[in-house]
């Protein structure tokens, strides 16, 4: 039995557009850098779990609403959020 790969994809930029935020802003929400923010959503870099939850408390989401577990063969749709 093999093991499938796996990769985390996010919807922050999504939910960013939503509430017309830039990454400027959402990192000084969270105490990080935008630099920090855009390898986040870019797949670059992977939050700790205190840094994913004081994102989904930004959109008030859950933690899973924006970081999602994907099999690296699953549709691409959620590979790259752009």
């Known amino acids: 039995m093999s093991a499938k790969s796996q990769t ?3 919807t ?11 990454q400027a802003e959402l990192a000084e929400q969270v105490g990080v850098s935008r ?7 870019t797949g670059k870099f992977m ?3 205190l840094l994913a939850i004081k994102l989904a408390r ?5 933690v ?6 994907q099999d690296e063969e ?9």
């Not at 922050?12 to 830039?22: D, P, Q, S, Y």
């Open 74 to 82: 699953a549709a691409p749709a959620l590979q790259q959020v752009e």
């Open 47 to 49: 939050p700790s779990a």
């Open 35 to 41: 630099q920090a923010i855009n390898a986040i959503e």
């Open 12 to 22: 922050l930029r999504v939910e960013r557009a939503v509430k017309r935020m830039t």
């Open 8 to 10: 985390l994809v996010n």
């Open 58 to 62: 930004v959109f008030e989401k859950a």
């Open 64 to 69: 899973e609403d924006l970081f999602i577990i």
